[in-house]
Nanobody, 118 residues
Framework: QVQPVESGGGLVQPGGSLRLSCAAP????????MGWYRQAPGNKRELVAT???????NYVDSVKGRFTISRDNAKNMVYLQMNSLKPEDTAIYYC????????????WGQGTQVTVSS
């Protein structure tokens, strides 16, 4: 089954930056808003950023001013620029289509691990 492919994670010190990339299935990307989710150990998966097909973005309060979501409609790619990273940002990050309710659309990919630690 077709699923998103996330990349760009890694180990970074607090205050550092990472840029995540997601190659999304065209059937999802062309129709739905896209979102970045994250799941830390022992926690539920949470939606942290969304971007509509028209480019309007929204963020959860904990990442506002630090994370920027973007999309390249010609390449079916979604990005998450993460600056001023904190240890509490440590999680596996996933992308997926997202409905206005916040519910995800489509299959989940493998995700990409982000670890913020000194």
């Amino acid at each position: 089954q077709v699923q998103p492919v996330e990349s760009g994670g890694g180990l970074v010190q607090p205050g550092g930056s990472l840029r995540l990339s997601c190659a999304a299935p065209g059937s999802i990307f062309s129709i739905y808003a896209m979102g970045w989710y994250r799941q830390a150990p022992g926690n539920k998966r949470e939606l942290v950023a969304t971007i509509t097909t028209g480019g309007r973005s929204n963020y959860v309060d904990s990442v506002k001013g630090r994370f920027t979501i973007s999309r390249d409609n010609a390449k079916n790619m979604v990005y998450l620029q993460m600056n001023s990273l904190k240890p509490e940002d440590t999680a596996i990050y996933y992308c997926n289509g997202v409905l206005t309710s916040g519910q995800s659309v489509g299959n989940w990919g493998q995700g990409t691990q982000v670890t913020v630690s000194s």
